[in-house]
């Protein structure tokens, strides 16, 4: 059978103009259609998903609730205890000081916590000895201190002493472990890294954070005391019930409530931050730049590089930077299963916010999706070095 002239004329159009044919594949899923199956299912909450680039938000999708039992729909502005993701954002302040030559990574920080000097070492219940040598900064913020993860004195919630009160209770307790030689993910290391800040500059933690990071990077959002406004934005903590069978609302065990009470609640530096996906995409949009964003500079380009490279010894497997989980990317999770990160190669920044103290199902799986729906939709391929 011939084919009409017009159409034969059509087809040498498209042919020649890359014109899309009549039937053209179907644009790929967002990624909150990609998300949407596990909320269907009862296996995830809610999320709030964002991409961006080293100066622009490429997308933020939000999927399911921040509240099932209320069934609130989780919103791009709700706030989430961002958990450990605090760490890193301790170690752009240690690097500050760095960069300003106030404080070196080698330095031992009994030079800046003279309690630190009486600490001992305890292994396997021997009898009690000196450490081969003192804590340095770079072994409390890359977890190979020898410190435990927490104090006994930190209880029953992880924010009910002053930043000065657990670091004492840190000297107090001994290690567990000759330093620099073994990798524990201690709290109570990111905590003393923190408290150097403050002894180092006359301010507190919390007062440093505010005036040299949160408030020029504009991260409104970013705070140890929610607000009232802000408590009424919070996704709320779920885990699976008893059965297994569906979510159910929970707290946040690690902290103390109401979580906006200033008076017996303290900062905690490894893990205390309330944050949005918008406020936590400055931050890495920050270091991926190199350390300036908007025309002001935070950190020099060596010290973001020194902070998101290996701090760890090369007999240790743990890949650690200055409060950073190092390697291909960079970044840190969280306790309820949030996390941000920053692939380098693609130039391309994730922020997965959840409230997860568990999943049912595949639940887990959702973070996954995540990221390779964004690397699929906005991440160039890799640039070879």
Known sequence: MKIHRSLQLAVLCIAT?????????????????QLQPFVDKGEMAGAVALVASKDKVLTIETVGFADVAAKRPMKADALFWIASQTKPITGVAVMMLVDEGKLSLDDPIEKYLPEFKTQMLVIDKEAPRKPAHP???????????GMPFKSAAESPTLDG???RDAVLSYAKTPLNSEPGTKSVYSNAGINTGARLIEVITGQSYESFMDKRLFGPLGMKDTTFWPSKEQIARLAIPHKPNAA??????TTISQLYYPLDDRKKRYPMPAGGLFSTAA?????????LNGGELNGKRYLS???????TSRQTPAAIPT????????????????ALATNMSIDPARGLITVWLVQHAGYIGD???????????????????????
């Open 135 to 145: 804590i340095t900064v770079r072994e409390v913020m890359n977890h190979t201190s």
């Open 17 to 33: 103009l890359g014109l899309a044919p009549l039937h053209a594949a179907a644009p790929a899923k967002s990624i909150a259609a």
């Open 363 to 385: 639940g887990g799986k959702a973070q996954g999706v995540f990221r390779q729906a964004a690397e699929a939709q906005f991440g160039p391929a890799p640039v070879k070095p």
């Open 319 to 334: 890949n650690y930077g200055v409060g950073w989980a190092t390697g291909a990317t960079f970044g840190h999770g969280g």
């Open 279 to 287: 406020d936590c995409a400055k931050l890495l949009q920050m270091v």
């Open 301 to 307: 380009a060596a010290a973001v590089k020194q902070m």
């Open 244 to 249: 297994k069978t569906a979510l159910e609302v």
């Open 161 to 163: 002493l002053t930043l």
